[in-house]
């Protein structure tokens, strides 16, 4: 681990952020594919969701605590089960709770980023297939369109889908998330196209206002590396995973980059566990924080776009440790910018321990901690820490 050097500084209106999503913060989405997922015996699930971080109706607290900390942003998704819970019927209760989201983080001088889709579908389209439905880019433009209608005047920036080759990776491949199919690359790739058509649709209805405000994606990217032998291996990965979505930016105000770590391969494919001497975090990924450099070089590469990191974080319990990976991934932004990379800003993920999907409550990405029982927030220290980031502008020493 590598400590931050003193007066590191950042391109005036570089933009610092926290960021989480609807499902995993809220609480009491019963009406979309991964609360029915998570209560099937099969699935995998360690626990449901439940009422995750109250989120839902302790929102403000939420905005408070990022304003609070020194942030200039908040990106945060919105549930599409709550805007529209029936096809076609569409609540104007939803919609107004996330304009006064929106309208919050403005008040305390927070730029809303704001997520239509984070890996929750509603269980209506679900049942017709999800992703898999010939309409389903059809009804996720036409959910883009009526949202952006009731807020998209306070929209800061927006991304139209979180992470889309992950949808297709851990639903149709690994089995981990709905439907839960396994090695089923026709299906996969049939579903990553999907997701293309359903981005490039979104970003066409976020455009027909009201607001202007950058529209893109993001994408989960790591630094994918090749032993000898492992080169095809590599490019077949890189293709489905990667450079499919990035095609597809083209036209759009930036790309961001979701990175957590590097992915090896060898002859047979990906290589586990990790190398040796390599530790390893809680989510079994590797302790790779440069990554992050890689992956906005080859995002900038591939697409031509500004890079927005949109995510980046460690799960962890020891803080110091959150720390430590926090600076070495912020030393690779700056090098990349002083390399003439234009990265707009970087977001840690999370702003709250929450609910990490399959594997539940165990792991802590969060800046600050939650009460199970009580719901209190308690930033840790890494959360101080981050916020002098943002407010100077600069890398200090921890």
Known sequence: MVAAPPDVQFPEGFLWGTATSAHQIEGGNVNNDWWDWEHQPGSGCPEP????????HRWREDVDLVADLGFGAYRFSLEWSRIEPAEGEWSTAAIDHYRRVCAACLERGIQPVVTFHHFTTPRWLAARGGWEAAEAPDRFARYVERTTAGIGDLVGWACTINEPNIIG?????FGMFPPGVKDDLGRHVAVNDAMVRAHRLAVDALRSGPGTFPVGLTLSMAELAATDGGEDARAEAQEVLEDTFLRATGGDDFVGVQCYTRIRFGPGGRLLPAADGV???????EYW???????VRRAAGVTGLPVMVTENGIATTDDAERVAFYAEALQGVRRCLDDGVDVRGYFAWSLLDNFEWAYGYGPHFGLVTVDPMTFERRPKPSAYWFGRVATENALVSP
Do not use: I, K, R, W
Not at 289 to 295: D, L
């Open 49 to 56: 969701s439940g009422d995750a971080c109250d989120s839902f």
């Open 169 to 173: 990776l851990m639903g149709y491949l």
């Open 279 to 285: 530790p390893v975090t809680q989510m079994g990924y």
């Open 289 to 295: 924080p440069q990554a992050v450099e890689h992956t």
